[in-house]
């Protein structure tokens, strides 16, 4: 600890709080400084700097009126009326330091003495807390001298979260997180990106893989399809109808030896349709023939109800084609994902049912498969692990996925294929190497069982308050004290609690920037726009501008 004290515990002390005086002849003590005090039994406690405030004895509030206290400042010299100034920090107590062990968080069970001096904590002191993870993140905010760093293994095995308002910095941090987990430690991260903000993400030595999102509907299962088609889950005769076609048409494939997948899959289902519609309206018998899930060929008489149901399901996959096609491919997005680097499948451009099949797709292959192998590993089942390892190489190794815009996959009140299997993998992905990492600029929009299941959470800027209580309620380690520090971050700064770093801290995020890095989704310059070729158009006259519009 430094020679000079910065305060003395003063007035009233707790096992977990005190106040301390400042020392007037050293430098002042900033809100979220790292402290050192002895307990009453000598162990060294480690406390953050909650508030300061600056107190008169001559001049107390409440105390007079404005003229009492204006006579109060002519009368008194300002040297008298410095020497009744002092300046009164509270401190949280983080724990007990232990010397020459790794850190580890201990609870202090015994009061702060009064009287006791207060001391800076040593720079190597909180290094030894923050500064010993796989990736650095960033440095601490009343700090910057230390750097910190996260285990990497625990932020992805335990799942963490990136939670803040539009422009605080989500995109800058996961940026950060990427460079970092992929130069460091070789890891395969995938990310969801709705808004496309990602695919131009590079930095020196950069290994990005743009994917380009595309579905197979023969590949994904019924309830994707239904999905992607619009049908909504009440309408029972349509998504029956949707089953019958989906298996036959498959079924017929095989029997002539045929793969079918991509549009020609979604123009067999029509055709298919189309010669049922037929079979009512031109058979005195209007019966029709499909495969069941045994792969048996069946008979079934159509009704005059089930001919809109049939006409209604031909529309969806007419609109599907004409709306979805280019996203339409018998490619399998996971094959593309590649080991080692930043997969990002760019979603931009899709309609958001689109978007919830097609990460359902892959949010399910990617734990099936997972699941799969390291069941080859155990057992020693050579096949799996051959069969895994031939379609999708990236797939032996652990993954990470990243969901941007989490809430349109996973909203609060509301169950659909994407939150099901993100679920899922929040629940059961750490036993398989599956990771998760979930970001939103809408919290209290987040369903809550996949929110609670992140064990970290990198927050940012947060002003509502609605989204300020839900995230606190997904978190035991966010405290009233860490709420308030949480609605006056600063651009760029966060809030990180849970079991990626040993105690909750403020944080300065590194700037992706700065580390040589850029992607897209930043701020448009509207004002720019708006005045560029302003003085060229203002140069020309009015026939030559109708000509142009004309």
Do not use: C
Not at 236 to 263: C, D, H, P, W
Not at 339 to 349: A, E, K, Q, T
């Amino acid at each position: 600890m430094e020679e000079k004290p910065i305060g003395i515990v003063y007035g009233e002390s707790t096992t977990d709080r005190f106040t301390f005086i400042v020392n007037p002849h050293v430098e002042l003590p900033k809100f979220g400084e790292f402290v050192v005090v002895k307990n009453r039994e000598g162990d060294d406690v480690l406390a953050s700097v909650r508030s300061i405030r600056n107190v008169n004895w001559l001049m107390d509030a409440g105390k007079g009126s404005y003229d009492y206290v204006e006579k109060t400042v002519k009368v008194f010299s300002s040297g008298v009326l410095g020497k009744s100034e002092a300046l009164i920090a509270s401190a949280r107590v983080l724990g007990i330091l232990r010397k020459g062990e790794k850190f580890k968080q201990m609870p202090n069970r015994v009061p702060i003495k009064p009287g006791e001096n207060v001391y800076l904590a040593r720079d190597e002191d909180l290094a030894r807390i923050f500064s010993h993870g796989h990736i650095s993140i960033g440095r601490l905010l009343a700090r910057e001298s230390v750097e910190v760093r996260l285990d990497a293994n625990r932020l992805v095995s335990r799942h963490f979260a990136v939670l803040a308002v539009t422009g605080a910095g989500k995109s800058n941090t996961i940026a950060v997180l990427t460079k970092e987990l992929v130069s460091k430690v070789n890891a395969t991260v995938v990310i969801l990106d709705p808004h496309g903000e990602y695919r131009t993400l590079s930095w020196p030595g950069a290994r990005v893989n743009p994917i380009k999102a595309s579905i197979d509907p023969a590949k994904i299962r019924l309830s994707e399809l239904a999905t992607l088609l619009g049908i909504a889950e009440n309408a029972s005769l349509q998504r029956r109808f949707l089953g019958l076609v989906y298996r036959t048409v498959k079924a017929e494939a095989r029997n002539a030896g045929r793969v079918i997948g991509g549009l020609d899959f979604i123009y067999a289902m029509e055709d298919k349709i189309e010669e049922w519609i037929r079979a009512y309206e031109n058979t005195e018998d209007k019966v029709i023939y499909y495969y069941d899930e045994k792969g048996n060929e069946v008979p079934r008489k159509i009704a005059a109800k089930d001919l809109d149901s049939l006409i209604r399901l031909k529309d969806y996959l007419g609109e599907l084609r004409a709306n979805f096609g280019e996203f339409i491919s018998p490619v399998n997005v996971l094959s593309e994902i590649r080991p080692g680097r930043v997969n990002v499948i760019d979603l931009s451009g899709m309609e958001e049912e689109q978007m919830i099949a097609l990460a359902s797709f892959v949010l399910r292959g990617i734990l099936k498969n997972r699941v799969e192998y390291v069941k080859g590993v155990r057992t020693g089942d050579k096949a799996l692990i051959r069969e895994v390892s031939e379609r999708y190489p990236a797939l032996t190794k652990p993954v990470l996925i990243i969901v941007e815009e989490a809430h349109i996959f996973a909203p609060r009140g509301e169950k659909n294929q994407a939150t099901i299997w993100l679920g899922k993998i929040a629940r059961e992905g750490r036993k398989f190497g599956v990771g998760l990492g979930i970001v939103s600029q809408r919290p209290k929009k987040l369903d809550d069982d996949v929110l609670s299941q992140t064990n970290t959470k990198i927050i940012l800027k947060l002003v509502e308050p609605n989204d300020q209580r839900y995230v606190q309620q997904a978190s035991e380690q966010i405290s009233e004290d860490l709420l308030s520090d949480i609605a006056a971050l600063g651009i760029g700064e966060a809030v990180i609690v849970g079991t990626a770093m040993a105690l909750p801290a403020m944080v300065k995020i590194h700037s992706f920037a700065e580390m040589g890095g850029s992607y897209g989704g930043g701020d448009i310059d509207i004002v720019s726009e708006w005045l560029s070729g302003r003085d060229e158009a203002e140069d020309k006259s009015e026939e030559e501008l109708i000509e142009e519009l004309v």
